[in-house]
């Protein structure tokens, strides 16, 4: 299995533009998580869908993020427009849940995103 | 939703010396799950504890979880360079059990 696919896995833009971060999920997995990682705030939860349903997007930092998964093999995490703090790792990770805990969760080897 | 602290920070050792991370909860955990991410990586499951007072043990490192299922604790004997990242604890939380992370310990090993 490939694991988890992110891309791009950097990216540098300017200030004002839109940034589009995809993800590809393990094979079967039913659950997908965006995850924000920086030095001051550690590893974030941005949003998660289950089966395809975005469940809780409370972390997502305001309006010019949005995420999508369209279908049960992608998602995407646009921020539109883009700020020099939205600077940060993005991370995408999934797991197959079926019930209950005890769900190892899968991470992507993540978006270096950097705006100028 | 759950909330777990995690100390040290950073922690730098001497290869060869051992290290320990801790996680405490002020609530009862169903259980507990430990990452690591190694510089420029991505976090990678090492394992996951559910019973009260379990300990695993995966070579040089062991695991413990609290008897009262409130902390847990990394522990790796005689650090080895490949043992420099940041290990995170990570607990579930809401309806829908999505996992929630520690800050992380930062361990680096000199040589």
């Known amino acids: 299995d490939a694991g988890v696919i992110q891309s791009p896995r950097h990216e540098v833009t300017e200030m004002g533009q839109e940034v589009t971060l995809r993800c590809k999920p393990i094979?079967?997995?039913?659950?997908l998580f965006w995850y924000r990682q920086t030095m001051m705030r550690g590893l974030e939860l941005l949003i998660y869908?289950?089966?395809?349903?975005?469940?809780?997007d409370s972390g997502m930092p305001e309006d010019r993020f949005s995420a999508k998964m369209p279908n049960a093999s992608f998602s995407t995490l646009k921020i539109q427009p883009s700020e020099p703090r939205d600077s940060a790792v993005y991370f995408c990770?999934?797991?197959?849940?079926?019930?209950?805990?005890?769900?190892?969760?899968?991470f992507g080897p993540g978006t270096r995103l950097l705006v100028l | 939703g759950q909330q777990v602290m995690q100390i040290p920070q950073y922690q730098h050792v001497q290869e060869g010396e051992d290290f320990t991370t801790y996680c405490n909860s002020s609530?009862?955990?169903?259980?507990i799950q430990w990452y690591k991410q190694r510089p420029g990586g991505h976090p990678v499951f090492l394992i996951q504890?559910?019973?009260?007072?379990e300990v695993k043990k995966q070579k040089r490192l062991t695991f413990q979880f609290g008897e009262a299922k409130k902390n847990s604790s990394l522990h790796i004997t005689a650090t080895q360079t490949t043992d420099v990242g940041t290990y995170f604890c990570?607990?579930?939380?809401?309806?829908?059990?999505?996992?929630?992370f520690g800050s992380g310990t930062q361990l680096t090993v000199l040589p």
């Open positions: 094979s079967g997995h039913n659950s």
């Open positions: 990570a607990v579930f939380s809401g309806s829908a059990r999505q996992l929630t």
């Open positions: 869908f289950n089966n395809n349903v975005p469940i809780d």
């Open positions: 609530t009862t955990l169903s259980n």
């Open positions: 504890l559910v019973k009260s007072g």
């Open positions: 990770a999934s797991r197959f849940r079926v019930t209950g805990d005890g769900e190892t969760q899968y």
